[in-house]
């Protein structure tokens, strides 16, 4: 047997191998405690550079000037330095009572100002014609819109609307006064056709007339709830054609107030009628 033989020997190098890691690592420790040496110092000691940035200034070397700045001046005034408290024989502000006021003497004219007149806003007048029975005749003839009036009733009537050829009628003109206060200067115009025959005219109260255009009713005055009346009698001639219409409207004037009638009017028969088919047969035979 060969004691030389080294194969029955354990071998050294996994031994070897197994301490390579931690040789490295310790390695690696050792350098980097060697990098930062603040992180292993002692509490009393401090690294000789300034790990954080503040306004701490460098060590300076000996005999080198510092910066440090000198107290600065402050703004007290020097005790020579002059004020503004004014000197005692100075002038001040305070009026002397020496001065004049504005107090009158006893018996002198004070200056009072005097209040000017003020203009006072003009109002605009407007001035209203009168209508009188000469120019109540320019307003439109029958046929226009009625026109009412507050507190007034003014109507026409007649006895008759279906009327014949040669047929008297009566046409009256009623004014009501339905207000609270009177009615003056009242003056009713009522235009009446040309061939219309005029009789007879009446009054309840005022004055009723016939002119050439119509009938003029004036009134002076007319009370609160009271009425006026006015009639005219009248006669349809023999000669109006059948199938005519006769119209008949007036108007109303009274303190600046204005109002009419509604349309009246008179209707004739037609001139000609369709065969009623009875017209030859006697009265027995019906």
Known sequence: MNTNDTRSQPSRRPRARRLLPWTVVL??????LAAMPGAWALPNQAPDYQTVPT???????????????GPHPTDTPAPSQPTDTPAPNQPTDTPAPSQPTDTPV???PTNTPTS????????LVVTV???LPATCWTVPTPGFSPLSAPDIEFVVQSDQLLVVPGQQVTLRYIVTNQGDADLADLLVCAPLEAILGRGQVSASDGAARLVADGLIFELADLAA??????EVQLTIPASAPLGSVIENQAWLFADGIQASTDLLTWALPPAFLPPT???RLS????
Not at 55 to 68: F, I, K, N, V
Not at 116 to 123: C, E, K, L
Request: hydrophobic share 25%; aromatic share 2%.
């Open 106 to 108: 006893p018996g002198q």
């Open 116 to 123: 000017s007149p003020t203009a006072s806003p003009t109002r």
């Open 225 to 230: 709830g009271d009425s006026a009346t006015a």
């Open 55 to 69: 306004l701490t200034p460098l060590p300076t070397r000996p005999g080198q000037a510092t910066d440090t700045p």
């Open 277 to 279: 088919g009875h017209d």
């Open 27 to 32: 390695l690696l420790g050792l350098i980097f």
């Open 129 to 131: 014609t009168p209508i």
């Open 283 to 286: 009265c027995g035979q019906r």
